[in-house]
């Protein structure tokens, strides 16, 4: 099924399941192959893997989409309901801030340290978390 979107010719799915859904589908040029994802890890220390697992199994949790918000569709809702009750729109451009650069693995202990608490069921409490970022 085609699906209109204006500007943006697609293609869609329709899924009847416990409600309608509609799938947005990709054409072929914009799928990566999965070799795309591979990463090199020979220059990866194993120190460096084991805090980025650890990170990783520290900041797992299960996910809440009610707590995200579209703010670009806000932002262009509120645009256009001033739009259309004529007010003039200013564009305002936030400035860009700088950011300065982090070491890997200082910013993965910072990580580390962050965590509240492990990923349910990680059987690492954060005492072991810190000892394994301290090592």
């Known amino acids: 099924m085609d699906l209109p979107q204006p500007g943006i010719p697609g293609a869609a799915a329709a899924r009847p399941l416990r409600a309608f859904l509609l799938h ?22 194993p120190r460096e893997l084991e805090l980025a697992d650890l990170l990783v199994e520290a900041l ?11 703010t670009y569709r806000e932002n262009l809702r509120a645009m256009l309901d001033a739009k259309i009750r004529g007010e003039e729109l200013k564009r305002e451009v936030p400035a860009p801030v700088p950011v300065a650069v982090l070491d890997i693995l200082e910013g993965l202990k910072a990580s ?13 409490s954060p005492a072991k978390l810190t000892a394994a970022a301290a090592r």
Do not use: C, I, Q
């Open 112 to 124: 580390l340290a962050r965590a509240k608490k492990p990923a349910a069921g990680a059987g690492r």
């Open 60 to 70: 797992a949790a299960r996910f809440e989409p009610a707590k995200y918000r579209d």
């Open 24 to 45: 947005t589908l990709f054409y072929a040029d914009e799928v990566r192959a999965l070799d795309e994802f591979r990463t090199e890890v020979e220059w990866v220390s």
